[in-house]
């Protein structure tokens, strides 16, 4: 799932991200979140936002400012989250994420109820709404910014108060709101209807007299302000005063059913954003479904939000668990037990149940519906149609599928960051949380907040921060922040330390067992028994594909699933196809382990509404996936036949090659960056893929050629893990005897490029001998490309543009023209650096030409990067800058992370030339940064590291060396090196040439 944001600007800006605080520290930024966010959902001109932004006095180039800061945005809450318009940007949320859009609707609800005659459920409304106010809007920004907005959401804010306390009199509560009507009164002097409203409070509280004052105070009041009389509707109340009016008189009041909520007896963590969402979600439905799979907290999560809702509900709020029952005929009869309702008679307790309910303002919560869902689905749309006052809040692995139900996803507990907890002093995740609480109940070691283990040597206390090791962040996540896994783990922590624990993990379901006497076995209290219990729910269809569903790491798509677990699991999908029904059992009722391809996408269907699969969005295409947990119970099942095991993964890698084939003959077209990202999404599964094709005999070629192919696709350029790729190209190579032998010299080739791009030269020049080598007598194109990029990259000969251009005709005949561009890539890269001005144009120009015509994003971004280049070497430095800046708007469009190592550099080179050595210097410093997250030696690419040096040598010397390194450090220190060079761009463009 997608991470939950919530903005408010009812108070200071604040945005949260899953719970946690999004920090966003510059003030312009800040604005121009807030003006984006009082119009989410609307277009913003940028004229008007340069206006808020910069208050009417906007710098030079402020368009292009705005932009950056639209970028710096994008990458602190998400890339979609801001689209950019032909008339400006506009901010896409959900309405419920946003504070102020919250409040309106509540008051608005309320106001409705008020009408309508429901004084009680009004005031529970905008009662809320108002609890959301923080403080004075957007408080923490520059107010004379907002002069429009601000005013304007005080004022709904004073009209909320009203609404609310004409709720609370209607309700019979005048002595209630007297103390907040004279403060109201005091801060308003003159809003005559806070005056109308301590009137009739004084007087519903038997004060005539006190009542009849208060007019006589307003009115002098109103005559020395304003010089005028009290309005209709003060006169209109001060007659029906006098007359003592029958309809003034206070109503009488209701009292609240408690209804049967458990107390809870542990301490309940996290889930701030989904409890928001319930809560959101039943003002807008009267029936919310919380899904999930077992274990992950659902029924917590509904008794905390119905706990938290229950005084809206004038009749109480009650709870009919359902987890014991397994006759689906008695459900009316447990749901009327739950109501405490004792009817005798004959008639059916679904109408006693509904007849009960058909007056009344409830909640009513149906726990553990899973095994009952059709039954539960059918009473809930009974109950719902029969009393209008109901709302229903239900905990079930699949979804009911009723008109009008709001189903919310219960995700597992936040995680921590994959290298650990987080920095010390950031607020832990919910699961650490959780871990932390529970372990300290169990064990008294723990009682004090340290880990038995985590003492000194000295035999002093540790930190109390036992919850922040690295060890503990990883049991969380192996165990997927589901609730019931780190509760039975934390027990665990009585007597074992978490280390131990680890090593333990991959036997979980045997090690978090914690069976509670009087509980049932269906469902008892172990991680194994509530999976069982899911299991057990399943057809033997949807049984057989969660099984083959776990042989895919980190999810896959349909394509994946009908490739891999369609047929009878060995040879290809539909082969040998027995006739079977939807659940591969066959005309004499045996299950035939047989998935018809077409029957995939249902049994996939019947998985994720019983929580057993995961459906993510991710770029438009639908991914599946297990949590580890539940991927684990299913290998299980499918090992207990390990040639069927082994089959399986032999159907997975082989899918995988051939999707890597795919790529590489659609690398540089039209879906050169669909494949990019699509394989970035499958990188767990090729990982895997590569592993068994490492260990399984006769299977290395496969593992060669799928590594191959994601290399000539630039897949581990792409993903800025170069050193990945020439890892598995190192390790399948001569792991199980020799390769075909053109594939041998590929293989070698792919190796020697990644190094040579690296910039290690010792291990460059032996793969480069190997090469040369295995192409023996007839040296091979592949052989002929290397050649010349060894002799471009390490020796910076000229010779070499001409053995590029040849390589680059090669490839052409032999049909291999994603091979071909990158040969005229580094063609024109070469004559750039090494050869004259009219053959760097040259060169240049047909790269350009032959991006544009194959129409393929990421090599366009690389010619017009090369066209920058050229300027700066052979041209215009200041004419540059602009090729050099939609390089890299369009590397990072489309998330790139290799493109901007390489184009920050050459920015600064371009700014450099210009004479800004301050901002050269910084932007070094930057591309220093970027560099070393790739692991890159800069020294290694001779033609790169000359210019970089000259450009390095003229900024110490114009800056001095203590000015260039402050400088530097700076650049190097920042996590933001895109917009630091677009910025900086932006800075030298309306600057010019200087002798800085």
Wanted: aromatic letters at 6%; proline letters at 5%; charged letters at 25%.
């Amino acid at each position: 799932m997608g991470a939950q944001h919530e903005y408010k600007i009812l108070g200071p800006l604040e945005i949260l991200r899953d719970g946690h605080p999004v920090t966003i520290g510059a003030t312009r930024l800040r604005v121009l979140l807030a003006v984006l966010l009082n119009d989410a959902g609307a277009v913003v001109p940028v004229d008007t936002l340069v206006d808020r932004v910069w208050g009417g006095n906007p710098p030079g180039g402020a368009r292009n400012t705005l932009q950056n800061y639209v970028l710096r945005l994008r990458r602190a809450l998400g890339p979609d989250l801001i689209r950019t318009h032909r008339r400006g940007y506009v901010i896409d949320i959900e309405p419920s994420a946003l504070d102020a859009h919250r409040f309106t609707v509540l008051v608005r609800q309320g106001g409705q109820a008020l009408e309508a005659g429901d004084p009680e459920r009004a005031a529970v409304l905008v009662r809320e709404g108002l609890a959301l106010w923080r403080g004075d809007p957007l408080s923490d920004l520059p107010g004379e910014l907002f002069a429009d907005v601000v005013p304007a959401l005080v004022e709904q804010r004073t009209h909320a108060y009203e609404l609310r306390i004409d709720a609370d009199l209607r309700r019979g509560r005048p002595a209630e709101v007297l103390p907040e009507l004279r403060a109201l009164t005091g801060a308003h002097p003159l809003r005559e209807r806070f005056w109308a409203q301590r009137m009739l409070a004084l007087y519903q509280c038997g004060r005539q007299g006190e009542a009849l004052a208060c007019y006589r105070e307003v009115a002098a009041l109103l005559a020395d302000e304003l010089g005028v009389d009290p309005g209709d509707e003060l006169r209109e109340m001060h007659r029906r005063i006098l007359t003592a009016a029958p309809d003034l008189a206070a109503a009488p009041l209701r009292t609240r059913t408690a209804g049967n909520l458990p107390a809870e007896t542990t301490t309940f963590i996290g889930r701030e954003s989904q409890l928001a969402r319930t809560h959101r979600l039943l003002e807008l439905s009267r029936l919310v479904t919380l899904t999930g799979v077992g274990g992950v907290g659902k029924t917590r999560l509904a008794l905390r939000a119905a706990r938290q809702a229950a005084p809206r509900f004038g009749d109480g709020v009650w709870v009919a668990d359902l987890a014991t029952l397994s006759e689906p005929a008695l459900l009316d009869r447990a749901v009327a037990d739950a109501l405490g309702l004792r009817d005798q008679s004959a008639r059916p307790a679904a109408d006693t149940v509904a007849d009960h309910l058909r007056d009344r303002q409830l909640l009513l919560v149906l726990d553990n519906c899973e095994h009952l869902v059709q039954d539960a689905a059918t009473l809930s749309l009974r109950l719902l149609r029969a009393a209008p006052g109901l709302r229903i809040l239900a905990t079930s692995r699949e979804r009911f599928g009723v008109p009008g139900e709001y189903v919310l996803l219960v995700p597992g507990l936040t995680l921590p960051g994959r290298y650990g907890p987080g920095p010390r002093g950031a607020a832990p995740s919910e699961a650490l949380r959780l871990l932390a609480d529970r372990a300290a109940a169990s064990s008294h070691a723990h009682a004090d907040g340290t880990h038995p283990d985590s003492a000194h040597a000295d035999g002093a206390p540790a930190d109390p921060a036992y919850a922040d090791s690295g060890p503990a962040a990883e049991l969380c996540r192996r165990l997927d922040g589901i609730p019931l896994a780190i509760e039975l783990a934390a027990v665990r922590l009585a007597s074992l330390t978490i280390e131990q624990v680890l090593e333990r993990l991959e036997d979980r379901f045997r090690l978090l067992t914690a069976p509670r006497a009087g509980t049932p076995h269906r469902y008892q209290h172990t991680l194994r028994g509530v999976i069982d219990w899911s299991h057990s729910l399943c057809t033997p269809g949807e049984r057989l594909l969660w099984k083959r569903l776990s042989v895919f790491t980190g999810g896959c798509d349909l394509e994946a699933a009908e490739a891999v677990c369609a047929g009878d699991g060995t040879g290809a999908p539909g082969t040998n196809a027995p006739s079977t029904d939807a659940n591969g059992i066959d005309a004499d009722g045996n299950d035939r382990e047989y998935i018809a391809r077409e029957d995939v996408l249902d049994l996939l269907t019947g998985l994720v509404h019983k929580s057993i699969v995961l459906v993510e969005n991710t770029g438009g295409t639908a991914r599946y996936r297990l949590l580890e947990t539940i991927r684990q119970y299913g290998m299980r099942h499918l090992e207990e036949d390990p040639g069927a095991a082994t089959a399986l993964r032999l159907r997975h890698s082989d899918h995988y090659h051939r999707m890597t084939v795919r790529a590489a003959t659609e690398w540089c077209g039209p879906a050169e960056v669909a494949w990019l990202l699509r394989l970035r999404a499958e990188v767990p599964n090729i990982r895997a893929a590569l592993e068994f094709c490492r260990d399984h005999p006769g299977r290395a070629a496969v593992g060669v050629e799928i590594a191959v192919h994601l290399t000539r696709t630039r897949f581990w350029f792409f993903g800025c893990t170069p050193g990945e790729g020439r890892h598995w190209l190192e390790t399948l190579v001569g792991a199980q005897g020799d390769l075909p032998d053109e594939l041998n010299v590929l293989a070698t080739a792919m190796k020697a490029w990644i190094a040579l791009c690296q910039g290690d030269r010792p291990a460059a020049r032996r793969f480069a001998e190997d090469c040369r080598a295995a192409a023996a007598d007839s040296l091979t194109v592949a052989a002929l490309y290397i050649e010349g990029a060894y002799d471009f990259l390490v020796h910076g000969s000229p010779g070499c543009v001409e053995r590029l251009a040849r390589a680059r005709d090669g490839f052409r005949a032999a049909g291999h023209p994603g091979d071909a561009h990158m040969a005229t890539m580094l063609w024109a890269m070469a004559a750039a650096f090494l050869s004259t001005r009219e053959t760097a144009w040259l060169a240049c120009r047909a790269y350009v030409t032959e991006a544009e015509a194959y129409g393929a994003e990421w090599a366009h971004s690389w010619a017009i990067w090369c066209t920058g280049l050229t300027e700066v070497l052979h041209g215009d430095p200041a004419a540059a800058l602009v090729p050099l800046r939609d390089a890299l708007g369009r590397q990072h469009a489309i998330d790139d992370s290799w493109g901007p190592v390489w184009t920050v550099e050459t920015i600064a080179w371009a700014i450099g030339a210009l004479g800004h050595h301050r901002r050269a210097a910084r932007l070094l410093g930057a591309a220093d940064r970027l560099r070393g997250i790739t692991g890159v030696a800069l020294t290694g690419l001779q033609p790169f590291h000359a210019v970089h040096t000259r450009t390095e040598d003229q900024a110490r010397e114009r800056l001095g060396a203590e000015v260039y390194a402050e400088e530097w450090n700076r650049g190097a220190a920042t996590e933001q090196g895109v917009a630091l060079a677009l910025t900086l761009i932006d800075e030298v463009s309306s600057h010019g040439v200087t002798n800085e």
